[in-house]
Every structure is written in structure tokens, then in C-alpha cells.
């Protein structure tokens, strides 16, 4: 069977996009599917039609002239389409599998009706509600609505739609999607890729001057909705009962300089580091050096519906850790059992839990045991890669192993 999946972007740039892709692709090819995979204008410019990265070939579509709003998004859609046809006529995939955000579906949906090939859309986040938390426009205003009425067209239009969660399923089913044309291929982590936390490295835990503390920490993009202003609103409380206390910030975003503002306010400047971002390669040593993971995401939409991948890749590394209790987490993290779970938007509650965990360190192992056995018999990359085998065996007309 041939597969060709239109994306928005890919390895070798970094983000959780690329990598769910990235796995899916290894596991399908596992499977002994042929994989074929386009990325839209949102790549970038690339020097070349296409880019081998860690064994797979990624076909590049060029990036048209910038234009205003909706302009902009019809160019994209073109270029994807034109670029997308002339691989589709020269490869024959079988399936064509088009990944959020809409405007990749659309240009799939277009190519094909128009050479007679199926088409699957899989939704990681509705764009409109990606825009939204990304502070580029506002729920409910005509931007938005038209975004979401554009989302629902498709998804009546596609031969089937996949999604990343039941929250999402859920919100796909109340616009009128019949329940059978919607399945669930679940966040997961390759678990061979993860190894277990390690002691933390003694040079670069004196350069960060951690020596002798306790830390709570975050990796990761700076995005609104991640609630690292909640950290830091909870960490005066927390320093007050214990000042060994330290925050430690990996990554960046749009947040970074709110977040500094922020920590100069609570007068704690010194006690939070930010480290900018790290290389891929040497996040683990970060990882080592935090005590406390915290995932204080806000609740909104996005949160709500989409489980994100990060409290799984702590699991797999058995990394102890707290997280709000919007709707993604609850759908991955068993409270009390693989981590702790304390009310969205409560500084206090945050402080509480924390605390909580920070004073039972006794029972961490039995965290760790629980989280990974969560991963590697349920939330591994096999298990949901299996889910594709019915649907596009229906498609093609024969069942697949």
C-alpha cells in the first residue's frame, strides 16, 4: 500500500508536530507500507524538491510571495495543490492522508476528486482554535467563525478523518460527522527512543548554580495557554515553606519576555532561571537536573480538547510531575497513580500539590514503575499506528495485516 501524507512542516525543524510524524511514518513503514510525505509552504524555504532527514524523504513545495490575510492562506493552498498533484501523478499513493491544519486538506481533498484517490484528513488541533490560543485572533469573531465553518466542510467532504484524542472526536461528532467515520490514533511515545532520568550532570548543575536546591522546572515552547505565568504566580508561596527552591525554564516563545517581566515583579528574578533553548540532543541533561516536572496548562478550547505529548515523554523517561486538570491531561494521567493533577487556573492549588509531592518523595518510585508500564503497554507508537489498518484496508478494498 502507498500512502502520500501532506503536512504542514517536518523534521528537521523540532516541535511536537514533527515528531508524532515522524514516529507514525517509522511505525507505518514497519508495517511495510510505502510512505510518501509532502510539507506545505509552512516549511519554509528549502534549497532543493526534497530533503532526506533520518531516512525519510520529504518532498518540499515552494513558498509563494507573502500577501495579506486570506490572500496569503489562498496562495498556500495553490502552491500545495499544484506541488501535491504532480507528486500524486508520479507516485500513485493509494491514500491520500492530509494532516491539520485544514489548509493542507483542502488542496488533498481538490487533487483527490480529481484523479480518483481517497483521501483521509487527521486533525491534531482545529486551526481555528490553534489561532485563538496563539493570540492571533479571537473566538467568536468572523475570522474565527469562517475558520471553523471551513474545518466542518471538509470534514463532510473526506473519506474518513482521524484525530489525536476523544476530546477532539468528541467536538468532530457534534458537528454532524457520523461517529464511524472518525477514529482516534492517540498521542504516544516510541518508548526504545526514551531512557530512564538520570543522575544530573555535576558540571552543568554548578554552572547553572542548582547545587544544594530543589527544582521545578518546564521544557518546552512559551505559548500562553502552556500557564507558565501560573508557575510563576505559585512560586512565592512555594519558596516561602521552602528557599531551596528554584524554577527552571528550558526553551522559548512568545512568552519569554512576559515571563521575565513577571519574575522580576515577584521579586524572584534570581531564583528563576531561563536557559534559552538547548540543543535537541542535550535536553535529557536538563531533564536530569529538575526535581518536579509542571505542566500548568490554562483551560481553554485547545487545552481542553487536545492531549498533548509531553506528560507521556515524562512517563517514558519516569519523570515525576504535576499538571492542571484540563481535559487533555485527564485523558493521559492517572492522578495519584502516573502524576498529579491540581485545578487549572489555581495558583494555590498548584502550590498545594507541588508541595504535597515535594514532601512524599517515598512514593516517586511507584510513580515511575506506573507511568512507564502506562506507556509501554498502552501509549506506545505500535498501538496507535494499528488504528490506521481497518480504515484505509476499507478504502482500498482489502484487509490489511
Known amino acids: 500500500m502507498r500512502l502520500l501524507h501532506i503536512l504542514d512542516h517536518s523534521i528537521p525543524l523540532h516541535s511536537g508536530y514533527t515528531f ?27 534549497a532543493a524538491a526534497y530533503e532526506d532527514v533520518d531516512g525519510l524523504r520529504f518532498y518540499r513545495t515552494r513558498v509563494p510571495p507573502v500577501g495579506p490575510p486570506i490572500l496569503n492562506e489562498l496562495r498556500q493552498i495553490k502552491a500545495t495543490e499544484t506541488r501535491l498533484e504532480q507528486l500524486a501523478r508520479e507516485l500513485r499513493p493509494d491514500i491520500l492522508h492530509a494532516h491539520s491544519p485544514v489548509l493542507n486538506a483542502i488542496p488533498a481533498l481538490r487533487v483527490g476528486k480529481r484523479l480518483g484517490i481517497p483521501v483521509v484528513y487527521e486533525i491534531r488541533a482545529f486551526w481555528e482554535d490553534a489561532a485563538v490560543d496563539h493570540g492571533t485572533t479571537r473566538q467568536n469573531s468572523l475570522r474565527y467563525r469562517l475558520t471553523r465553518a471551513l474545518e466542518t466542510w471538509v470534514l463532510r467532504r473526506v473519506d474518513h478523518a482521524f484525530t489525536i484524542c476523544e476530546g477532539l472526536r468528541k467536538d468532530i461528532v457534534e458537528r454532524g460527522i457520523p461517529a ?33 536546591t530543589t527544582v521545578i522546572g518546564f521544557i518546552g515552547s512559551f505559548y500562553a495557554y502552556e500557564g507558565l505565568d501560573l508557575l510563576l504566580d ?7 515553606k521552602r528557599p531551596e527552591l528554584r524554577v527552571l525554564l528550558v526553551g522559548g516563545g512568545p512568552q519569554e519576555a512576559n515571563l521575565k517581566a513577571q519574575a522580576e515583579r515577584l521579586g524572584v ?19 536530569d537536573l529538575i526535581d518536579l516536572l509542571a505542566y500548568p496548562r490554562h483551560s481553554m478550547r485547545l487545552t481542553e480538547l487536545v492531549t498533548p505529548l509531553k506528560p507521556l515523554e515524562a512517563m517514558a523517561q519516569g519523570r515525576i ?29 498548584l502550590a498545594e500539590v507541588a508541595e ?44 490489511l495485516g
Open 321 to 349: 510531575f504535576i499538571a492542571s486538570d484540563v481535559g487533555g491531561h485527564k485523558e493521559l494521567i492517572r492522578d495519584g497513580e502516573t502524576g498529579r493533577l491540581f485545578r487549572a487556573g489555581s495558583a494555590t492549588a
Open 269 to 287: 528574578t534570581d531564583k528563576v532561571l531561563f536557559t534559552g533553548r538547548v540543543p535537541h540532543s542535550e535536553v535529557s541533561r536538563y531533564y
Open 234 to 240: 505559585a512560586f512565592p508561596v512555594m519558596l516561602a
Open 20 to 46: 508524532r510524524t515522524a514516529a507514525i511514518l517509522c511505525e507505518q513503514r514497519a508495517l511495510g507500507w510505502e510512505t510518501f510525505h509532502l510539507t506545505s509552504p509552512k516549511q519554509g524555504s528549502v
Open 356 to 399: 504535597e509531592m515535594l514532601a512524599q518523595r517515598d512514593r516517586w518510585p511507584a510513580y515511575r514503575a506506573a507511568g512507564r508500564d502506562f506507556v509501554e503497554k498502552v501509549r506506545n507508537w505500535r498501538n496507535s499506528v494499528a488504528n490506521y489498518k481497518s480504515v484505509y484496508g476499507r478504502l482500498v478494498g482489502k484487509p
Open 180 to 212: 464511524d467515520k472518525v477514529t482516534v490514533i492517540p498521542n504516544a511515545v516510541d518508548i526504545e527512543t526514551f531512557q530512564l532520568s538520570g543522575e544530573p550532570d555535576a558540571a552543568l548543575k554548578s554552572r547553572l548554580a542548582l547545587d544544594g
